[in-house]
């Protein structure tokens, strides 16, 4: 058994990491593993509670003398207001406390979040959430890690981010006459054509991605939890809203509708010198920064006929390029089909009504026999193409 009188804190922490690392090995004893993880946490208990102890005694001490230092030798007891300040939101969504009640919360599995409406509700400035509002904010630092994925990914970095909690609509001009000179003297000219669609942004569905945990895990505390949730979640929330990104584009008609924005098509038989500038010759909206999506067996076809070119030209250039399996390549690619996305990326908008949180359900009973324990996670949003003249797609036709 591991020595813990004798180690230090972070010491112990690092200890108690390596042995959740250890739990989905075939020849685990996952028996020892739970034994010693809760005499980990037992002895994390006892010095939070000898430190807090001894940290309340030292801050009473120095009240003290701060109020006879005051008060001219005489102590004087505070009011309600001077004990007690009101936190905001978002300080007490960063506290460790917060975190701790909202892991065990999310580890209960009934909804409800207990702990965590209780930590909103001492807070005046915290609003009505932690009393009526369903939805409870979650912890920043889950928030942080969503956030990382937009950034730290070069296609979603580049698309359009809004966080509006209502379903949200987006106006568009479907067509429009051209502008006119009118000369001073001249009859004015007949009155512009515009013709209006409107994308609506709704909550269809969710982002959902589960995984399955052995209950060991469960003995983790607080932000260590979440934590561990959010390395096994994180792969597959980023590789779920790229394959958002690439889907609105695939199946956005060629042609706008009242309701979705069209996106123009380039068929190729074969891949050519000039097939990226001929389909970027399709995008209308000049403010567009073009950049391509495609699979990397499609990159090395264009490469190939770049080489066989003797290098007369860089296909790519000036372009940055985002490599996703979800779109074919053009050796397995059937008619029809998407082969690159050209244009700005930026036409295509994510709203998360929640914000950049995600919803754990923890389900202890499917996989009981296993020893294990699922994890559902769910990110609401809504994505969809809502700016015209910047997109179009490069698709395979019929050979020749």
């Not at 905001?88 to 999310?106: F, G, H, M």
């Not at 979603?156 to 006459?177: G, Q």
């Not at 959010?230 to 199946?251: R, S």
């Not at 030209?313 to 996703?324: A, C, P, T």
């Amino acid at each position: 058994m591991f020595e813990l009188k004798n180690k230090t804190y972070e010491e112990l922490i690092e200890r108690r990491g390596a042995l959740a690392a250890q739990v989905d090995d075939q020849d685990a004893d996952l028996g020892e593993i739970e034994r010693e993880i809760r005499a980990i946490n037992e002895e994390l208990e006892r010095r939070k509670a000898e430190k807090a102890d001894s940290d309340a005694q030292a801050a009473k001490r120095a009240e003290l003398r701060k109020l006879v230092a005051g008060g001219a030798g005489e102590t004087r007891r505070q009011t309600g207001a001077e004990e007690r300040k009101p936190k905001e939101l978002k300080e007490i969504r960063s506290s460790a406390a917060y975190a701790e009640a909202w892991a065990n919360d999310v580890k209960r599995g009934d909804g409800r979040y207990t702990e965590t409406r209780a930590i909103l509700s001492e807070n005046a400035d915290a609003g009505n959430i932690g009393s009526g509002d369903s939805t409870v904010p979650v912890p920043t630092y889950i928030e942080e890690r969503i956030e990382a994925i937009f950034e730290n990914n070069k296609l979603l970095n580049r698309i359009h981010k809004t966080f509006v909690k209502a379903n949200l609509k987006v106006p568009f001009v479907r067509s429009a006459d051209p502008a006119q000179t009118h000369a001073e003297g001249d009859d004015m000219p007949a009155e512009e054509k515009i013709t209006f669609g409107e994308v609506s942004l709704i909550l269809e569905s969710f982002l959902k991605k589960w995984i399955d945990i052995s209950d060991t895990v469960l003995l983790l505390r607080g932000e260590e939890f979440m934590r561990f949730i959010m390395d096994e979640f994180e792969n597959k929330i980023e590789a779920g809203l790229v394959a958002d990104v690439i889907e609105a584009v695939v199946d956005a008609p060629e042609t706008s509708t009242a309701t979705a924005i069209g996106v123009p098509v380039y068929p190729i038989s074969a891949i050519t010198l000039d097939t990226i500038v001929n389909a970027l010759a399709l995008i209308t909206d000049d403010e567009a920064k073009p950049s391509l999506v495609m699979n990397r067996g499609t990159y090395a076809a264009f490469k190939a006929v770049q080489y066989n070119a003797g290098y007369a030209v860089d296909v790519f250039e000036g372009l940055e390029i985002d490599f996703s399996a979800k779109l074919p390549s053009i050796a397995d690619a059937d008619e029809d089909d998407v082969l690159v996305i050209a244009g700005d990326v930026y036409a295509v908008q994510a709203n998360l009504p929640d914000g950049a949180g995600v919803k754990f359900i923890v389900d202890p009973y499917t996989l009981a026999t296993e020893n294990k324990v699922r994890v559902t996670g769910k990110l609401p949003r809504s994505v969809k193409i809502t700016k015209p003249g910047r997109l179009v797609k490069i698709t395979k036709a019929e050979a020749e």
